[in-house]
C-alpha cells in the first residue's frame, strides 16, 4: 500500500518542526503498511513460517484504530489498512485452497507429488505461480495468497494433515 501524501510528510526528518511522538507513530503504520505489502513476512518472504497470519494483524489493526480514535493520531491511515484488510484475507484464504487444489492433483502422479513435497518447490513451483497467475496485477494479494499456501503446506506435510479442504487458522 502506498504510504499517503500526509504519511510521507510526517516522516520528512529534515524538517526542524517535526514531532518525535508523531514520527513514531508515522513510522508504526509505515511498518504495518509494509508488512501488509509483503504478506506478513517481516523480511518480504511470505512463504517462510515466521511471516504473520491474517488474524495476528487483524487484532493489531482493531487495537491501532481504537487509538487513533482516542488520539486522533492518524486515524485516516489506520482506518484505511483495516479496511483494506478482508481482501487481504480472501486472498490468504484463497492461498490454502490453491494448494488443496494442487495437492489434489498431485495425488495422482508420484513425480508431481514428490516436488510438490519439497517445501522450495512447493514456494517456486506451486504457490508463486498460482499466486502470479491469480493476482497477476496486485503483488501483495500474491504474497497473501503465498503466505495461505504455505500454512496449509506446512499442515500437511508437516503436521500430517488430511486433504480436507478446510482453512488453516
Known amino acids: 500500500m502506498d504510504m499517503n501524501q500526509q504519511l510521507r510528510h510526517l516522516l520528512d526528518l529534515p524538517r526542524a518542526e517535526i514531532d518525535p511522538a508523531v514520527f513514531a507513530d508515522a513510522l ?57 484488510f478482508s481482501h487481504i484475507k480472501y486472498a490468504w484464504e484463497k492461498g490454502q485452497l490453491l494448494f488443496w487444489e494442487d495437492l489434489a492433483h498431485a495425488k495422482g502422479d508420484s513425480k508431481e507429488m514428490e516436488l510438490l513435497s519439497q517445501e522450495d518447490f512447493a514456494v517456486d513451483l506451486y504457490a508463486f505461480v498460482s499466486a502470479s497467475i491469480l493476482y497477476f496485477a496486485n503483488a501483495a494479494f500474491q504474497n497473501w495468497a503465498i503466505n495461505g499456501y504455505m500454512v496449509a503446506w506446512r499442515k500437511h506435510f508437516r503436521e500430517g494433515g488430511e486433504i480436507t479442504g478446510g482453512l488453516c487458522r
Do not use: M
Not at 491474517?54 to 485516516?76: M, N, R
Open 28 to 84: 508504526v503504520v509505515e511498518h504495518i503498511s509494509s508488512l501488509i505489502d509483503s504478506g506478513g513476512g517481516s523480511i518480504r518472504r511470505p512463504y517462510l513460517e515466521s511471516a504473520l497470519r491474517p488474524q495476528q494483524l487483524e487484532v493489531f489493526l482493531a487495537c491501532a484504530v481504537s487509538t487513533a480514535q482516542k488520539t486522533q493520531c492518524l486515524e485516516h491511515e489506520w482506518r484505511e489498512l483495516q479496511q483494506a
